[in-house]
């Protein structure tokens, strides 16, 4: 029997379940056993799921050197001193790396993807994306990548339960995110998770490996949502939408639309029927048309069921390529105009109750040029102020701006204007 030495840095969430995963199942990959030589996080006292009494413990890099190692886990996170002095260890010695740190591998793989490959070096991150699905043996294993026009879907667990659950129980952002606390479904601090930036660290790695280009998480423009509010959830479902928090890198020509925003869905499509922690990934292509993965985004024992995957791949590949091809080949992608991607969009007012108003506003309209598909006007909040739902005509994101501006000048018009993307095609 063969076997692998790997050390465990990080031995919270993800890093404590890995070890009671290995502990239970006893692995054995292609009569390759997986062997547990050293272990490390902060605090070596702390109370964990595991004995960690039982591992030795590894005080500082320097104790690494007679360990014989093959694979270093991180499950530490963020993109810090220490995480970075891991990934330069590992290069420096030779030794192959499996992370579930997606902030680390976004915002400062790119220092070292090209390192990793010239060392035939596995730099694994199945579990950086996604939790438990496997996406990226999907796109690597059956999927070719040359051939995918798009990848997009909900790519953070906490806020799609955040929405799912103003859904469900007709709450607001904030009342959802407390419950989301309450039930370990969210952070204390989940600045990360809700203003998008998860998710686009997510949808930078993915885009890397489905075009072989080097996506920068610098250059993708993100949103969250909290900003959201339940009346447009309500509106929206009136009309026959859903919002979700919206992963998409498409091929547009030679060029790429990327982004992550909260739109609007149709509601009978699966990305709108993916609820609360579960995430998805829809990539279509060519000639396989569409193909969709769903499951557990987060959560412990998902994620290191991925770190266990990657364990595999180590173990019965020997060509390692990041992204599956040399990343120094791999040329930066150039954007189309995020202007030049025309969408409808859900635009809601709070106008005064007087004669004339709506025809000033649909005058606004024409004057940008934005035709409108559709007007709504809803039951008046209140005697003195009534909503209005406006569904446009296909239109650039600039003369949503614009038109936002204009009317927020408007003294019939309240401050408080919504503007949603749909995406009614997709999903
Ligand atoms: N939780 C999830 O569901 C999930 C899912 C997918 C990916 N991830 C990613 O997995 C990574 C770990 O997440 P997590 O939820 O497991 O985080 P966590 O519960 O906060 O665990 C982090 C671990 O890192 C240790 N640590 C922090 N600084 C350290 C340092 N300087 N030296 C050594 N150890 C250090 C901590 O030590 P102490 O325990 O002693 O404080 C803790 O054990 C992150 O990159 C996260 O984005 C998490």
Request: charged fraction near 20%; include cysteine; proline fraction near 2%.
């Amino acid at each position: 029997m063969n076997k692998i030495n790997i050390v465990v840095f990080g031995l919270g969430v993800v890093g404590s379940s890995l070890m009671k995963i290995i502990e239970n199942n006893k692995y054995v990959i292609k009569d390759t056993k997986i062997n547990i030589v050293g272990i490390k996080a902060n605090n070596k006292n702390k109370k964990r799921i595991i004995n960690t009494k039982k591992y030795n413990w590894i005080d500082d890099l320097s104790s690494l050197k007679d360990l014989k190692i093959d694979i270093i886990i991180e499950a530490v996170g963020g993109t810090d001193k220490f995480v970075n002095s891991l990934y330069q260890y590992a290069i420096k010695n030779k030794i192959s790396l499996i992370t579930a740190n997606k902030a680390q591998l976004a915002e400062k793989g790119p220092r070292y993807f090209d390192q990793f490959d010239k060392e035939n070096l596995f730099l694994g991150f199945e579990a950086a994306v996604l939790g438990a699905v496997p996406v990226v043996k999907s796109i690597s294993d059956t999927i070719l990548p040359k051939k995918i026009k798009s990848i997009y879907g909900i790519f953070n667990g906490t806020t799609n339960y955040i929405l799912s659950q103003m859904y469900k129980n007709k709450i607001s952002f904030k009342d959802s995110l407390n419950l989301a606390i309450k039930n370990g479904f969210a952070e204390q601090n989940s600045s990360s998770d809700l203003s998008g930036k998860d998710a686009t660290h997510k949808l930078t790695l993915l885009s890397n490996l489905s075009f072989q280009q080097k996506f920068q998480f610098k250059d993708i423009s993100y949103s969250g949502i909290e900003n959201i509010k339940l009346i447009d959830l309500d509106y929206g479902l009136q009309l026959g939408y859903k919002l979700k928090l919206l992963s998409i890198s498409e091929k547009i020509g030679s060029k790429f639309y990327s982004s992550v925003a909260p739109c609007f869905v149709n509601k009978d499509s699966l990305m709108a029927n993916t609820e609360f922690e579960d995430n998805l990934c829809i990539i279509e292509g060519d000639d396989f048309v569409k193909t969709s993965l769903i499951g557990k985004g987060a959560g412990g024992f998902p994620t290191a069921t991925s770190i266990i995957s990657d364990l595999a791949t180590y173990i019965t590949t020997n060509n390692y390529k990041v992204f599956n091809s040399n990343y120094s080949s791999m040329t930066l992608p150039s954007y189309v105009n995020q202007n030049a991607r025309n969408r409808s969009y859900y635009i809601r007012l709070s106008v005064a109750n007087k004669v004339g108003v709506l025809k000033t506003i649909t005058q606004f309209f024409a004057k940008k040029s934005i035709s409108i598909k559709s007007i709504i006007q809803l039951n008046p909040d209140d005697s003195n102020t009534v909503p209005i739902v406006i569904i446009s005509n296909v239109v650039s994101q600039k003369k949503i701006i614009e038109i936002t501006k204009l009317l927020k000048k408007n003294n019939y018009i309240k401050n408080d204007i919504s503007t949603i993307r749909l995406e009614d095609n997709i999903g």
